[in-house]
């Protein structure tokens, strides 16, 4: 039984992990093809613009999305920032009763 329950463990972990580079991907090509548009001078939807400073983001998951950054000149491109981040808020558990430190 414990070999039965490793197997199916790794097998969740193994879909789970495909699943989140399956999206990273997909994201990273569609930002890819953002990019490429933009390049080529047309300016496509929810792209933010201040000077040469382009932004966008591409959703990876339910809780991921991947952030751009792009300076764009006539001549050259320079990508500022390609990132993943968190879109859920983080908030702290207040539950824990941890010690403060003081002796009382």
Do not use: F
């Amino acid at each position: 039984l414990l070999s039965l329950s490793t197997v199916q463990a790794d097998r969740r972990m193994a879909e789970a992990s495909h699943k989140a580079v399956q999206g990273y991907y997909k994201a990273d090509t569609e930002a890819e093809l953002i990019l490429a548009k933009l390049r080529q001078g047309s300016m496509p939807d929810n792209v933010t613009k201040e000077g040469n400073l382009y932004s966008y983001t591409c959703r990876v998951s339910e809780t991921q999305a991947l952030e751009a950054e792009v300076e764009i000149t006539e001549d050259s491109y320079h990508i500022l920032r390609w990132q993943l981040v968190s879109t859920t808020e983080w908030e702290a558990d207040e539950e824990l009763d941890v010690w403060d430190g003081n002796i009382e």
